[in-house]
């Protein structure tokens, strides 16, 4: 039993004791078993919840727990997306086979994180058809990991602990990365915008920006560590930093990253047309080590529709803005998001987002269709767009990118490049796969010893949305 009189109440130190804590707990279960405890961590959606996953297996081994290579572990977390409705439903099939196997193995703990699990309705769908869940978290507390699996093997019920926000930011605490060469590195949590489809307000809470000095010593342990590339993540880079005590800009931060010795490429993801500015753009021009990638949500290229999804763009800043980006950086990649079947697109409003991917000729573009998420100010609309209409519109539009798309990176055989050279290739052994600058994928003859350099590689012959290329 926990001794609550000994337990730290000031973070990270609190979680250091529950590591210890639930260290006992799977020690004591594993020599019972004869066999290591194991853990499977299921991330879905964005690079933000794979960062916060990597935080969570940190703490999981260091409490003891191993790695299992399927759900038949120990301990099964799924850390959720709910931007779109679909993202929720396949969370509720996987927790169907997820009870067999808890039924062949009664320790099993099964634990769901992630922005699903700030949803008041999922938690209650949850607790009331899902009873064999063990754990249910949410985004502002993943920190605390270890002292809800004290917590499940102390109180042998259900244990939900969801904030509605925080302003605690704990930092210090270990995170085992997926990538010996790469890391994500939170620069940002939450974001303000609050776009009138969106969900991520609700569920990630208000902006807040991590310390300058945090984020730069961070980087430079990983580096230390063996990291050259790191992706700076935000849901919104471009406005970090205003509410600081000390406010600097985002262009200013990556000044200070730029300067980090060691650290040979930098990302970010994800911008905000609003809140681009030239500054940035000006710094981009004149770095030795940013990517030449610029990922930059569309959305939309009707004006009309934009104003009513709260973007604060029009169609014409936004195209301004690419011509900006291409001006001050010839070679940059510009990739996007956009939605089709938002409420009351007409094919005129359609037609101008046809009109912008034409422009713009995307190097790439994740396309949506719209999802009506409760609680959102578009979700409340009645002139929703019939599934018909949508999957027309989508199609045409998923045709018309992925044509584009295939002629720019047709426009770039011939060259060489630099790769970093991330992974032997799973089909061939013989090759490796890495990542341009621009972040398209490359395959070359190569071996394991290559993994984590950054190579130059001719891009031979472009095969769609990937590249067969030749070491130099
Ligand atoms: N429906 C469809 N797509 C959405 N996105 C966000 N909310 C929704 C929604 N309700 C998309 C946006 C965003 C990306 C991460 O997900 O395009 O940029
Ligand atoms: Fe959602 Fe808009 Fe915030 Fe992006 S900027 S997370 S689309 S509310």
Same mark, same amino acid.
């Given at each position: 039993m926990t001794d609550t009189i000994n337990i730290p109440t000031t973070e990270p130190q609190r979680q250091f004791y529950f590591i210890k804590e639930a260290k006992k707990y799977v020690d004591f279960l594993s020599k019972e078993k004869g066999r290591a405890l194991t853990y499977f961590v299921n991330t879905f959606g964005c690079q933000m919840n794979a960062r916060d996953s990597e935080k969570i297996v940190g703490i999981l081994e260091q409490i003891g727990y191993k790695p299992g290579d399927s759900e038949e572990s120990d301990l099964v977390i799924y850390n959720t997306c709910t931007v779109r409705e679909n993202a929720n439903n396949k969370i509720y099939g996987h927790l169907g086979y997820l009870s067999s196997?808890?039924?062949?193995?009664?320790?099993?703990?099964?634990?769901?994180?992630?922005?699903?699990?700030?949803?008041?309705?999922?938690? /209650?769908?949850? +607790?009331?058809?899902?009873?064999?869940? /063990?754990?249910?978290?949410g985004t502002h507390n993943i920190f605390m990991i270890a002292e809800l699996i004290v917590r499940s093997f102390e109180e042998e019920k259900m244990v939900v602990e969801v904030w509605d926000g925080t302003d605690q930011i704990v930092e210090n605490l270990p995170a085992v990365r997926k990538y010996p060469f790469k890391s994500g590195v939170n620069i940002m949590y939450g974001c303000n915008n609050f776009c009138s489809y969106c969900i991520v307000p609700y569920v990630r809470g208000r902006e807040r920006s991590? +310390?300058?000095?945090?984020?730069?010593?961070?980087?430079?342990?990983?580096?230390?560590d063996g990291v050259v590339e790191v992706m700076l993540l935000g849901q919104n880079v471009n406005s970090y930093g205003k509410n600081l005590e000390h406010p600097i800009t985002f262009a200013q931060l990556l000044e200070q990253v730029e300067q980090i010795e060691g650290l040979e490429r930098i990302r970010f993801m994800t911008s905000h047309?609003?809140?681009?500015? /030239?500054?940035?753009?000006?710094?981009?021009?004149?770095? +030795?080590?940013?990517?030449?990638?610029?990922?930059?949500?569309l959305q939309s290229g009707s004006t009309k529709l934009l104003e009513d999804m709260n973007r604060h763009y029009t169609k014409e800043d936004y195209l301004l803005l690419v011509e900006k980006l291409r001006k001050a950086v010839p070679d940059i990649a510009i990739t996007t998001d956009i939605i089709v079947g938002y409420p009351g697109e007409t094919e005129e409003d359609f037609l101008e987002t046809m009109d912008v991917v034409e422009r713009v000729k995307y190097d790439s573009a994740f396309t949506f269709i719209y999802s009506k998420r409760s609680g959102t100010p578009a979700a409340k609309r009645d002139d929703q767009i019939t599934p018909e209409v949508i999957k027309n519109r989508f199609d045409r539009l998923l045709k018309r990118v992925q044509q584009l798309a295939s002629e720019k990176a047709k426009a770039l055989e011939g060259k060489t490049m630099d790769v970093l050279v991330e992974?032997?290739?799973?089909?061939n052994k013989e090759l490796v796969s890495g990542r341009l600058s621009n972040n398209s994928i490359v395959h070359f003859a190569g071996n394991k010893e290559l993994i984590g350099q950054i190579v130059s590689v001719k891009l031979v012959c472009c095969k769609g949305f990937y590249y067969i290329g030749e070491r130099i």
């Open positions: 196997y808890k039924e062949h193995n009664p320790d099993m703990k099964i634990a769901l994180c992630g922005c699903m699990m700030q949803e008041q309705s999922a938690v /209650d769908k949850i +607790k009331s058809a899902h009873r064999f869940v /063990d754990i249910i978290f991590r +310390k300058p000095e945090d984020i730069i010593n961070e980087i430079k342990q990983l580096v230390a047309p609003k809140d681009l500015s /030239d500054e940035l753009i000006m710094f981009m021009k004149h770095s +030795k080590k940013v990517c030449h990638h610029f990922h930059l949500p992974s032997v290739n799973s089909q």
